[in-house]
């Protein structure tokens, strides 16, 4: 049984390891090229197999871990919100049932989050409050997108950019943590502090250039 559970793990961080070079590369080259696609489809691919099993992985005895079984569901979530908010590039995409589904699924999560961690019912009351109110904000953010998927043109962009960095954010976070070892409550806050503020600039950026393109137009 310990046999397999290793080979388990060891596949969880081959794909892991996948998803965490392929997320940096997709992060560091142009949006939108083609070495961008590319690098962004492995690390779904990474993401979505690495953190499947790190599900069965934290409830076994001797590796369980509720909060890494919580960020495993966590990074699910973004990695597929991410990546289906690509189709409303087209005007002729509509909200689905899943999209919904999705987004009720991770707002009842982040409740439980944040009522465990103040009942301290898993322990770790800090994380499970700080990541509950974090995931509760991207379902807020999700339903104005849902509610609206066109109030900009650049509305799926900013949804896209929000949850696929937010997933890349939880595998470095992973990674600090699992893999490095590394103790302390900064190695599960920090990388989400880096990584929302680069968050907040992509988004910044990508308004201002939506504005500008409108005033360009405007002037014409």
């Not at 919904?100 to 103040?118: K, P, Y």
């Not at 609206?148 to 799926?156: E, L």
């Not at 103790?183 to 680069?198: D, E």
Request: aromatic share 12%; proline share 2%.
């Amino acid at each position: 049984m310990e046999t397999a559970i290793t080979i388990v793990i060891y596949i969880h961080a081959f794909f892991g390891g996948i998803g965490l070079l392929s997320g940096t590369l997709s992060l560091v080259t142009k949006k939108g090229s083609k070495i961008h696609r590319k690098s962004g489809k492995f690390f779904t691919i990474g993401m979505l197999v690495s953190s499947g099993l790190s599900l069965p992985i934290a409830s076994m005895p001797g590796h369980y871990n509720s909060f890494l079984f919580l960020i495993g569901l966590f990074t699910i979530y973004m990695v597929l919100v991410g990546n289906r908010t690509l189709r409303f590039k087209s005007r002729k995409a509509k909200v689905s049932k899943t999209d919904w589904s999705l987004t009720i699924s991770m707002a009842v999560l982040a409740v439980l989050m944040i009522v465990s961690g103040m009942l301290e019912i898993f322990g770790n009351k800090i994380l499970f409050i700080f990541f509950g109110i974090l995931a509760l904000a991207l379902c807020f953010q999700d339903y104005r997108f849902l509610k609206n998927p066109f109030r900009t043109k650049t509305a799926w962009l900013t949804q896209h950019i929000g949850k696929i960095t937010g997933a890349y954010i939880a595998s470095v976070t992973a990674f600090l943590v699992a893999g490095m070892r590394i103790p302390g409550l900064w190695a599960w806050i920090l990388p989400s502090i880096i990584g929302n503020t680069f968050i907040i600039y992509y988004v910044i950026k990508v308004r201002r250039g939506s504005a500008g393109s409108k005033q360009k137009l405007g002037s014409k």
